[in-house]
Nanobody
Framework: VQLVESGGGLVQPGGSLRLSCAASGFTFSRYTMSWYRQAPGKERELVASISSGSRSRNYADSVKGRFTISRDNAKNTVYLQMNSLKVEDTAVYYC??????????WGQGTQVTVSS
């Protein structure tokens, strides 16, 4: 299993970023995928999840209305569109497979820094 996150960077408050996670080594289209984030000195937290067929999407209260999770099963990729970014969104963002067989696999993450 390989998860490769990309798309992070430095952005001003109110700005936008689109994260991508390219997955391989398992049947991507069968599983719910999630985005997590970890800020310095804090626990890793669940940000958003999307079901295998994109029918169900769930968000942490802190990002509802600002972030949108999506996926392209043909490309084995999950995305996180982040709008109206806030300083408190600063973290390393990771994607993960929502299944017990794969939950232990993590990519290197992608750093998102929101600062003026």
């Amino acid at each position: 299993v390989q998860l490769v996150e990309s798309g992070g960077g430095l952005v001003q408050p109110g700005g936008s970023l689109r994260l991508s996670c390219a997955a391989s080594g398992f049947t991507f289209s069968r599983y719910t995928m999630s985005w997590y984030r970890q800020a310095p000195g804090k626990e890793r937290e669940l940000v958003a999840s999307i079901s295998s067929g994109s029918r169900s999407r769930n968000y942490a209260d802190s990002v509802k209305g600002r972030f949108t999770i999506s996926r392209d099963n043909a490309k084995n990729t999950v995305y996180l569109q982040m709008n109206s970014l806030k300083v408190e969104d600063t973290a390393v963002y990771y994607c993960n497979v929502d299944h017990s067989a794969y939950r232990g696999y993590w990519g290197q993450g992608t750093q998102v820094t929101v600062s003026s």
